[in-house]
């Protein structure tokens, strides 16, 4: 049954791929043989539908024809091949309308899924779409997703209960959530993740994104480091929060959220280490909730509004709101487009709305000539507003009570030095 020591093909257990067979357990039969020992089973060009969940063993690696991730024919491919038309594809179709069934893919220790493309040929973009449970749930030690092509799963990747997972080169349009971490106690890494419109971008399917979709929800990680995380028009980009094992910490770099109602929510992180942000970019409203204990690092970053676009996105009120009490540091970034949407009760909205416990701003570039640039809450304890740029002149708002020091800005657009003076 092995071609090569150590290689299963699935065609050697039966698997037929027609697009019609269910290949269940054929491919079960293939991976349960690998497990005897460590290997790779291999899945040849061609679609194989699938009706039950798969677990890959111990040390078994499930490998396709892809030496990259591929891309397809959607919403921004229009002319490229359609899924199945080359390489291997894995269609799975249980669990239609069951969001808590059991994940397709379970991957074990030592356990990688790599060069796929998997494809839900029942989905609908003609309205919500339909439930399914997570794609891959990965598990024990070490486990790895590498080039595959998620086109259009409901529920990408469950990375919990996991130590030292690797997702890289992972590409897509997950409809509901993208990728779960949560009780990590080992490094997790996240490398290379695109989330955009590869199968459609019905109105539907936009919609319904805008108003229940996820992209990065990070849970009790012992470090998680993502570098270059990209994802568009879901309700939320990157979401932090405890989820019943604590909050985590992570370092985010060459990361970014475009065209969203919220780009980053901040509910929890962890007080000691928090989360930092480098050279990252986002598009739409970045949120600090009041539940947050941790620092907020922001270096480097780019942060643009989004005008109203739908009822589900309706454009950027501010582009940072601060609140809780861990310390919030903004060096070096730029900020435009704010006051899209601005609030009914603090108008105009400013691009920084701090309402946090201290705040540093500095070396900072505020390129639109608005009314409002920074807003200082008078429940702000201390805030120091230091070496920035601002068009037109710094429009700073002191409320009555905060505490913030302010000094040394610059100013475009007018001649004249401008004044400042230090609130109490």
Not at 156 to 166: L, V
Not at 221 to 244: A, H, P, Q, R
Not at 245 to 270: E, F, M, S, W, Y
Not at 325 to 340: A, K, P, R, S
Request: hydrophobic letters at 35%; charged letters at 20%; proline letters at 7%.
């Amino acid at each position: 049954m092995c071609e090569l020591e150590g290689i299963f093909s699935v065609r050697s257990f039966g698997a037929v791929p027609d697009g019609s067979s269910d290949n269940t357990q054929a491919f079960q039969k293939a991976l349960d043989e690998a497990g005897k020992t460590g290997g790779i089973v291999w899945a040849g060009p061609g679609k194989y539908r699938f009706e039950g969940h798969l677990h890959i063993p111990v040390g078994v690696t499930l490998q396709g024809t892809f030496g990259s991730v591929p891309a397809h024919n959607g919403h921004r491919d229009a002319g490229l091949p359609k899924p199945g038309d080359f390489g291997t594809v894995l269609m799975p179709t249980a669990d239609k309308g069951n969001e808590g069934g059991e994940p397709f893919l379970t991957l074990s220790t030592n356990a990688t899924v790599k060069g796929l493309l998997i494809w839900y040929p029942d989905q609908t973009d003609e309205s919500d779409p339909y439930p399914y449970p997570w794609t891959i749930a990965m598990r024990g030690k070490n486990p790895a997703v590498i080039d595959t092509e998620l086109l259009n799963p409901y529920n990408a990747i469950d990375a919990t209960g996991n130590e030292r997972h690797m997702i890289k080169g992972v590409y897509g349009q997950p409809l509901r959530r993208g990728i779960f971490i949560n009780a990590i106690y080992d490094i997790g890494r996240v490398e290379d993740v695109h989330f955009n419109p590869w199968w459609s971008m019905s109105p539907a399917v936009k919609t319904f994104m805008e108003r229940e979709g996820q992209a990065f929800i990070i849970g009790r990680t012992d470090w998680e480091y993502m570098l270059n995380c990209f994802s568009i028009f879901y309700k939320e980009g990157f979401v932090f929060d405890d989820f019943g094992q604590g909050p985590g910490n992570a370092v985010l770099t060459q990361c970014g959220h475009d065209i969203a109602p919220v780009t980053v929510r901040i509910k929890k992180l962890q007080p000691h280490a928090g989360v930092s942000f480098n050279n990252c970019q986002f598009m739409g409203d970045f949120v600090v909730e009041e539940s947050n204990r941790g620092p907020v690092r922001l270096n480097g970053c780019g942060f643009w509004g989004v005008g109203h676009a739908s009822a589900t996105n309706p454009g950027t009120q501010s582009n940072l709101h601060l609140k809780g009490t861990g310390h919030v540091i903004l060096n070096g970034c730029h900020f435009t487009g704010w006051d899209q949407n601005p609030d009914a009760k603090d108008r105009p909205s400013p691009s920084i709305d701090i309402a946090c416990r201290s705040a540093s701003i500095t070396a900072c570039d505020f390129i639109d000539a608005k009314p409002c640039h920074i807003r200082v809450r008078s429940s702000v304890e201390d805030c120091a507003i230091v070496s920035n740029k601002f068009s037109g002149g710094p429009k700073i708002l002191v409320e009555e009570g905060a505490r913030a020091q302010i000094g040394f800005n610059l100013s475009t657009g007018q001649r004249e030095q401008p004044k400042f003076s230090i609130p109490g």
